[in-house]
């Protein structure tokens, strides 16, 4: 088989590479280890930027969005006693965010390369890249019980956090891993409720933060900080709802129970590799860079670093132009430092560290109070949350 891209992850950046690519004309293969139904029934974050909704919408990716996700104009800020609105579209004049889920994102992405006739191959196994230092590259993988070499000009590394190729980049002589753990995971749960509040709440507490996020009408997305070891069967959905209401009612809000049927245990990590390039090799959205989930960054990330990636590749394939494939480690990068530093940010702004002091509360506070009462601090969150524009 021959192919000009051959894309290794059918996630958000390798299934939007491959739908961008097609629409410039330039043929890809995306191949997955997961199944297609395990793809579109993994449980992610939720929230759109203004430039990946653009996006989605521009390449005729918009209709179910449009029509089942939510556009919010701004979030809460709980602490200290108090709920404080960020005004987001008045502060970014008039940008806002979708709450619509990855693995819906995903849904449409799968169908709509498949009404354009895009080759996509669900669970393979024993994938093997080789040839990225020449000038044709190929991907051995087995499909359906049959060994298939798929040989490309391009390899796309777009396979996720548990990546494989990433580590063809050879390490310590070229690329270098920057790595920062956390003392804390989030305990996320899925409920059949009416929303508890009409925007999202990031609420800040003594007993440790707690986000309140939504599905749909009748499906809510919460979580709440809780230790990395905790196992989901400790926390039956009585002590669920009672931690949930201890964390808020300091703050005079609270959630609307109901039915839970999904609770999972979110690990928190930041992590970036340099360079994102290695020979015939791109690496795109979490097998190069992973965000804690603090403000939602990850699927947006990998939309902008496919959004470089496509027209980097397609300068290439209109003529022979590499200049923008040399950039793309650089270009990608700046970016992508700045959703560490944001996710960063209100991860540290709004969490309980084990090792705080009353010094370090208080001053998370007084950060809080900042962000809430000064226009300019606020800006700085609202632009940051809804996202630099796709350049
Ligand atoms: C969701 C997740 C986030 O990490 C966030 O900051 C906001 C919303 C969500 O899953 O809905």
Redesign the pocket.
Known sequence: MRTQVGIVGAGPAGLMLSHLLHQRGVDSVVVDLRGRQEIEETIK???LEQGTVDLLRQTGLGDRMNRDGFVHHGINLAFSGGIHRINLYELTGGRSVM?YAQHEVLIDLIAKRLADGGDLRFGVSDTQVEGLETEQSTIRFTHEGEQQTLECDFVIGADGSRTYSRFLIPEGTIRKDFFRQYPFAWFGILAEAPPSSDE?IYAHSERGFV?I??RSPSVQ?M?FQCDPATNIDDWPDDRIWEEFDARLSPSGTGVTPGPIFRKDVLQFRSFVCEPMQYGRLFLAGDAAHTVP????KGMNLAIADVHVLDRALGAYYSSKDTGLLDAYTQTALRRIWRGQWFSFWMTSMLHRFSDATDFDLRRQLAELELVTSSPTAAKNLAENYVGLPLT
């Open positions: 974050a939720g929230i709450v999202l986000l996020s939504t997305r979580y989930p603090t403000g939602a």
